[in-house]
């Protein structure tokens, strides 16, 4: 037999192969830092102000070493001294030491130069210049009715798509650089358009519109990943958000300037609402709690909840500080904002209401304009609708194919929209859970728009 191919002199061979190509920092410094090292050196982090997550934080090093790269000098590198035993404390600290190869690679990026080889589409993606063409229907996790009724804004794949609200059609389409909105709220004057976003791994974005020019009067970046649903003000000035880097901050919409950034969360930060008096906000995540926070500063006051599973839903009824929390553990809970007294370990004295338990996790909830009603959606395809007061429910709302991310009640009251996972938004009647209305929110290719 002939031997065509022998194994070890080809592993070899790819070795020097990969051996001979330069490290890429983007495509395999910055995971491994990712994984060993974010944790702790990242901009919300309290337990180091040396920031590893961006290129231009390793530049500018931590307060005891300086910058974390010599460039061409690993051994002169407080970056690669501080996994391969040279200095103290040994990183990453308090962990099993980082495997070999990457604090090879570690040193071998810096021996060549430590160059930032970031694509300029992932330092600045760019609004696309047409709009984004769809074989099929995008996932869905935002949506916003305007206050006086007649759009209904839908998140699309780097667009917002406005709508009439009764579904019969397309009022414009905004193009941007977010590949996902997460959440979407007018002002409360109507004038703007406030959407939350950006692309997994990549970035954070805040977009600001003008309603009426439909213009995208502006862009705020923040974070490297995503960021997740936010609230706009009762005075319509202000954003407040969370991200997946456990902080919670809130943007200035006239200028883009960011107030304040809180770390008092510890994991991802998933969904913000206002109080009423826009003075507070609270907060939920997966670390299971729903926490006040003060609008102004984002310092933290108390915990709103007792703590319980990872909580992916908030909203705030409409006319009292209620909180309806929900998540993990599929129960809906109602809570008062504040509590009248200092909280005591495994206090739950502010829980006014438990609801049903759901048949899933629980991702979406909405009150109705009046505060009477409530609205639950999430991996069970159904969308109940409950009487706030005693818990009753007094609607289904049937049809979807996969999970409902996002649900919104009509200014009027009289109806529900609901979408998600499978790309159809829906509109019922709130009052008996009957559809009304089922709609594609963009063009897909095919020319298909009525959904059955
Ligand atoms: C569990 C938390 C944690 C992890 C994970 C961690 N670090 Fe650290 N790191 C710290 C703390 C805390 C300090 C400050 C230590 C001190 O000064 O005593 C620090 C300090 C440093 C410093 C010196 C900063 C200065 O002030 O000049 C470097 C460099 C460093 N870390 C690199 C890394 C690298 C590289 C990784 C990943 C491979 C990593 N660290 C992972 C917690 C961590």
């Given amino acids: 037999m002939k031997r065509l191919f022998c194994p070890a002199a080809a592993a070899l061979l790819a070795a020097l192969a990969q051996a001979a190509a330069p490290v890429s920092y983007y495509n395999e410094v910055r995971p491994v830092i990712q994984r060993y090292c974010s944790g702790c050196h990242q901009p919300a982090s309290k337990m180091s102000d040396l920031v590893l997550t961006e290129y231009t934080g390793i530049l500018k090093g931590g307060k005891k070493h300086g910058s974390a790269i010599a460039k061409g000098a690993p051994d002169t590198s407080p970056l ?18 980082l495997p ?26 760019q609004v696309p210049k047409e709009p984004p063409s769809y074989t099929q229907p995008p996932v869905i996790t935002g949506m916003a009715f305007s206050p006086d009724g007649r759009t209904l804004a ?33 002002t409360p004057d109507g004038a703007l358009l406030v959407a939350v976003g950006g692309t997994p791994a990549r ?82 995540g997966r670390d299971r709690a729903a926490r006040l926070a003060d609008a102004e500063s984002g310092a933290f006051r108390e915990n709103v909840n007792l703590l319980r599973e990872k909580l992916y839903a908030v909203a705030r009824h409409p006319r009292r500080d209620y909180i309806l929390i929900g998540g993990e553990d ?28 759901q048949e899933g996790k629980i991702f979406a909830l909405a009150f109705s304009p009046d505060g009477a009603r409530i609205a639950v959606g999430g991996i069970a395809s159904e969308a109940p609708i409950y009487d706030t007061e005693s818990g009753r429910r007094v609607a289904a709302c049937k049809g979807h194919s996969g999970g409902i991310f ?44 009525e959904a059955e």
């Fill in 203 to 284: 970035f954070g974005e805040i977009q600001v519109w003008d309603v009426a020019s439909r213009k995208q009067i502006r862009s705020v970046t923040a974070t490297a990943d995503t960021l997740f649903a936010g609230d706009v003000s009762p005075d319509g000035k202000r954003v407040a958000f969370g991200a997946a880097d456990k902080t919670v901050r809130a943007v200035e919409l006239e200028t883009g300037k960011e107030l304040f950034k809180a770390g008092h969360h510890e994991d991802w930060v998933l969904q913000t609402v206002y109080g009423i008096d826009g003075k507070r906000i609270v907060s939920v």
């Fill in 330 to 357: 599929r129960v809906p809970y109602l809570y008062t904002m504040d509590r009248p007294r200092a909280l005591k370990i495994a206090d739950d004295s502010t829980l006014i209401h438990k609801f049903e338990e």
């Fill in 406 to 449: 996002t649900i919104a009640f009509h200014p009027g009251g009289k109806q529900l929209a609901t979408a998600g996972f499978d790309g159809v938004v829906r509109l019922y009647d709130a009052a008996s859970g009957k559809e009304q209305k089922a709609f594609i929110p963009v063009p897909l290719e095919n020319g298909e728009r």
């Fill in 80 to 97: 690669v001294r501080s996994v391969n035993g040279a200095l103290e404390p040994r990183m990453p600290l308090g962990g099993p030491n």
């Fill in 154 to 186: 839908v998140g699309g794949f780097k667009e917002i798509v406005l709508h009439k609200a009764d579904g019969s059609g397309i009022q414009a389409r905004l193009l941007g650089r977010s590949d996902k909105i997460h959440s979407l709220s007018f």
């Fill in 100 to 125: 070999d190869e990457a604090v090879e690679l570690l040193a071998r990026w810096v021996r060549e130069g430590a160059e930032d080889d970031t694509p300029a589409e992932a330092r600045a993606p």
